[in-house]
């Protein structure tokens, strides 16, 4: 019996994978730049970095998948997305940018540290807020008309996305924050597991208060979460998320090592999952449907084989870089 694959929603599915992995990957890095001022300058500012230094260049491939992959297999999307956002990806760049340059050069350049320090703060500030508010600024809908973005330069800066904004420096610095109680040990540890505590409930609180507005923003989406059938659907979002949240907390209370940083990520999946089930199956709320967006199923077909071959690769290659780099950061340094 013949199977019918559609081509667009397994486009859809590879798209939010590589976002989620970015999200996830160079979520903790960014949180730990967010995070750096709060370190003691010298050797807990040196661990915190060199607990990420093996990895973080490598962890922006993802970022590179999902741009590269809306583009590809969803044009439309892409066209409209990027003018209404321009400022929040320009400045998104930027921010990744100084945070690069100034995690190699604080190495290299110890006459300056303390410049440095701050372009990586400040650099890693920008950058996860920008995210955030992209994010907002596509989920609070894009004025489309004749296929082509007909908003103004600043419709993306709203309420709204300064929430979403908030709410993801505070989940990235939760990524950060429980990667270093994983990575580190003694008072630096001690330290990550305070910082741990705030940002789960700065996190948790934003993330309620996202889900509220998310009610009043949209009739669409207030029907997916209060109307039956659709509200039978989404309820293990919610509980999933409470038994998760409540899991989390215990697990940095009872110093746990690893723990606390595999349950922000599971955070992060059902936030996402949350997020995806309110706008699906629009890619730009809120009229374009994956559907309506998506490349020519010939091309679909060719960029299928494509990824086939390369997200294996990305994949292994991450997991063995994890692997070789694993356990607590001594003094060695990386660079």
């Not at 486009?11 to 590589?18: E, K, L, M, R, S």
């Not at 990520?265 to 996402?272: D, E, P, Q, R």
Request: glycine share 10%; aromatic share 14%; hydrophobic share 55%.
């Amino acid at each position: 019996m013949a199977v019918n694959i559609d081509l667009t929603t397994v486009w859809a599915f590879i798209i939010a994978f590589g976002i989620f992995a970015y999200v996830v990957m160079d979520g903790f890095d960014l949180g730990i730049g967010v995070l750096f001022p709060t370190f003691k300058p010298g050797r807990e500012r040196d661990r915190a970095m060199n607990s990420i230094a093996p990895v973080w260049d490598g962890n922006e491939t993802w970022l590179v998948l999902g741009g590269g992959g809306l583009f590809a297999a969803f044009p439309l999307a892409y066209a409209v997305i990027l003018p209404a956002t321009y400022p929040l990806i320009i400045a998104m760049l930027l921010g990744l940018v100084f945070r690069g340059v100034a995690f190699e050069y604080r190495w290299r350049d110890p006459g300056h540290r303390a410049f440095w320090d701050i372009a990586f703060t400040g650099g890693s500030l920008v950058a996860a807020m920008s995210q955030g508010m992209i994010l907002g600024a596509i989920l609070q809908g894009i004025e489309v008309v004749d296929r082509a973005y007909a908003g103004s330069w600043f419709d993306w800066l709203t309420p709204y996305t300064l929430l979403t904004g908030l709410g993801t420096v505070a989940g990235y610095a939760l990524l950060g924050s429980t990667w270093l109680i994983w990575k580190l040990d003694g008072p630096a540890q001690a330290h990550a597991r305070k910082l741990a505590i705030a940002a789960g409930a700065a996190t948790l609180l934003l993330m309620a208060g996202v889900s509220l507005y998310n009610v009043v923003l949209n009739e669409t989406y207030a029907a997916k979460w209060l109307t039956a059938p659709e509200i039978y659907y989404a309820a293990p979002v919610p509980i999933l998320t409470a038994i998760v949240s409540l899991s989390l907390l215990h697990a940095i209370f009872t110093a746990r090592n690893s723990k606390p940083f595999w349950l922000s990520i599971a955070l992060f999946f059902f936030g996402m999952a949350g997020l995806g089930f309110t706008i699906w199956p629009n890619v730009v709320p809120p009229g374009i449907t994956i559907w309506d967006a998506a490349a020519p199923e010939r091309s679909q077909v060719f960029m299928l084989v494509g990824v086939a071959i390369t997200m294996p690769l990305i994949i292994a290659y991450t997991g063995w870089a994890y692997w070789v780099f694993r356990g607590k950061v001594g003094d060695e340094g990386y660079h």
